[in-house]
């Protein structure tokens, strides 16, 4: 049986189609597959497990029924909606991993990351990844009427717009020197990672030996995903 990998899918009530091809996946390829692996902004925004967005409460019952058939789904946090919480694991099913996180499939050691991350060269970024991943920033968030909390994350995904469109390319793409590093602290030769709407697969030397960087779709304009069974990867394409 196959493990299946997404991210950013970007699920969002302004993209009713994206949810119903989600949701289709889930019942069709991911519903016979071993596990299911989310790699980080699965919602285009998610401001706190109190979110009551109908689409988003489908999908969550897409997942939980996944659950229920015994396929194991993980989901890491993306930028967008690094708030998913105990709340949401308990409604989906899903159990959220840490990120970077490495994994074990059929004995290799395979490292598993949204990929924001590693686009070390966008400093103003990282600058603004560092203040709302810490604690004490996310609990005075949470903290807020939901109504408020959206109204921020509109205004942040606005800005986060507006920042994408005046930053040349190459900027907003991985680090090589940053890969390598993670690669080299998490002592693999593979690491999955979805966040820069490149897919892609990319073979690497890194330090003498051959290593890869497997880099998964976004789910915008199309479906996307990667399958691993019997030590082979594969990148598919799911026209909408
Ligand atoms: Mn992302």
């Known amino acids: ?15 009713p189609q994206a949810t119903e091809q989600f949701l289709d996946f889930l019942a069709s390829h991911a519903a016979s597959a071993e596990a299911l ?4 902004d699965l919602f285009e925004a998610w401001v706190g497990d109190d979110d009551q967005d109908e689409q988003k409460q489908r999908v969550c019952a897409g997942l939980k029924s996944l659950d229920r058939r015994g396929v194991a789904c993980f989901a890491l946090h993306g930028n967008r909606d690094f708030l998913l ?11 959220l ?74 900027i907003m793409d991985v680090n090589e020197a940053a890969v390598a590093a993670a690669l080299r602290a998490a002592r693999v030769r593979r690491v999955i990672h979805g966040h820069t709407h490149r897919p892609g697969v990319h ?25 691993y069974e019997r030590g082979r ?7 909408r």
């Open 203 to 227: 073979d690497l030397e890194l330090d003498g030996a051959p290593a890869q960087r497997i880099v998964l779709g976004a789910w915008y304009e199309q479906g996307s995903y990667l399958s």
């Open 85 to 95: 919480g105990a709340g949401f694991s308990a409604r989906s099913g899903c159990r």
């Open 97 to 170: 991993l840490s990120d970077p996180v490495v994994a074990q499939f059929d004995g290799e050691r395979v490292l598993l990351t949204h990929g924001d991350a590693l686009c070390t060269d966008d400093h103003a970024y990282q600058e603004l990844r560092s203040l709302v991943r810490t604690s004490a920033w996310q609990r005075r968030f949470l903290a807020l009427p939901r109504s408020h909390r959206e109204l921020l994350a509109d205004e942040a995904r606005a800005g986060s717009r507006r920042h994408t469109a005046r930053t040349v390319p190459y």
């Open 1 to 15: 049986m196959a493990r299946l990998f997404v991210s950013d899918v970007h699920l969002d009530a302004d993209a």
């Open 37 to 40: 692996y989310i790699l980080g």
């Open 233 to 239: 990867y594969e990148l598919r394409e799911l026209p």
